[in-house]
């Protein structure tokens, strides 16, 4: 599964649109891109996975580039509640084996 | 918490002894896996469950046996535990192999070995 680089960590204020990039640079064509979020001490949530088109869905949007090497996840108006753990990952379809990386420690400030 | 119970929560044993941790879905869903989580190694697999008695090795294997009698059930035993298994464990399911198909995790389960 190709390799995914996120940055550590990013802030934003309560109301903003929080959006978190990830780099995918050696992605294939049949791989689709996943994100998940670990609030502290909970387990993965899913967020919201896409192909090459954009996908929207009630917690996100997720804009993947053309080249298809990298993707943002936008959280239109954050909430202290999104305050979490963003994992980006890439998958084939039909594997389910997901590798998590480190992620971005997402902080939504008041 | 799309049906998935994990026992117990929060576990604390001496090493060597052996220990077993539960994930129960409520799903009927084909695949189940145990990851474990530690700092600076994010969440890692240590096995999954593709069926009832299938079972394959994740990344981080050694150590750990599993066992799927039941659907609705996926066991992970530590048969003698060491100071290195103190972790955080989240058991996930999913239904099948498409895109459409994503992980959903348990809370998980505290182990500390002493």
């Known amino acids: 599964d190709a390799k995914t680089t996120q940055p550590p960590s990013m802030d934003c204020a309560e109301g903003r649109a929080a959006n978190l990039p990830c780099n995918h640079s050696?992605?294939?064509?049949?791989?689709?891109v996943y994100w998940y979020r670990q609030i502290h001490s909970q387990g993965p949530q899913y967020i919201i996975h896409?192909?090459?088109n954009n996908e929207t869905n009630e917690m996100a949007s997720l804009i993947i580039t053309e080249d298809r090497k990298s993707s943002t996840l936008i959280l239109p108006h954050a909430t202290l509640r999104d305050t979490a753990v963003y994992y980006c990952?890439?998958?084939?379809?039909?594997?389910?084996?997901?590798?998590f990386g480190q992620g971005t420690r997402l902080t939504i400030n008041p | 918490d799309a049906g998935i119970t994990q026992s117990p929560r929060h576990k604390v044993t001496e090493t060597g002894t052996p220990v077993t941790l539960r994930c129960h879905q409520t799903?009927?869903?084909?695949?189940m896996y145990w990851y474990r989580q530690d700092p600076g190694h994010g969440l890692r697999l240590i096995h999954y469950?593709?069926?009832?008695?299938?079972?394959d090795k994740g990344e981080v294997s050694d150590g750990y046996s599993v066992s799927r009698s039941k659907t609705e059930d996926f066991l992970l035993t530590l048969e003698s535990a060491t100071s290195s298994q103190t972790s955080v464990y989240f058991c996930?399911?999913?239904?099948?192999?498409?895109?459409?198909?994503?992980?959903?995790f348990g809370n998980g389960t505290r182990l500390t070995v002493t």
């Open positions: 990952i890439v998958l084939i379809q039909g594997a389910q084996k997901l590798v």
């Open positions: 050696t992605i294939s064509g049949n791989e689709y």
């Open positions: 896409g192909l090459k």
């Open positions: 799903e009927n869903h084909r695949y």
């Open positions: 469950s593709y069926g009832v008695k299938d079972t």
């Open positions: 996930a399911i999913t239904s099948g192999t498409g895109h459409n198909s994503p992980l959903h």
